[in-house]
């Protein structure tokens, strides 16, 4: 079972079914993996993760489309911060007020 076909036919099967957003959100997902009989979508976006949660119905069905039985997991996925990030972190710390970051 090949996980792109699987999931581009879930996001194909989103769009003819005129689950607008949801087939958006699903078109920028390429975290989802199959294992043990269930079909895992990590999302790191709370809003993304939000939308997926209250349609996971539609994806279901979508997979009872393609005839498939496995059971959709969301899973929030946990990014953590860059180096970049860190060193800001540690340098508010130091100098609390007296740091001025310019983007």
């Not at 957003?21 to 390429?30: E, F, K, R, T, W």
């Not at 949660?53 to 860059?82: C, M, N």
Request: charged residues 30%; aromatic residues 4%; contains cysteine.
């Amino acid at each position: 079972m090949n996980i792109k076909n699987v999931w581009g036919k879930i996001v194909l099967y989103l769009r003819e079914n005129h689950q607008i957003a949801l087939h958006v959100a699903c078109g920028d997902i390429s975290d989802v993996v199959i294992k043990d009989g269930r079909l895992i979508i990590s999302v790191a976006d709370n809003t993304v993760l939000s939308l997926l949660q209250d349609g996971k119905r539609e994806i279901e069905r979508a997979l009872s489309w393609q005839g498939l039985d496995l059971i959709v997991d969301i899973e929030q996925k946990i990014i953590p911060p860059s180096k970049q990030e860190e060193d800001i972190k540690k340098l508010k710390q130091i100098f609390d007020d007296k740091l001025i970051i310019k983007k």
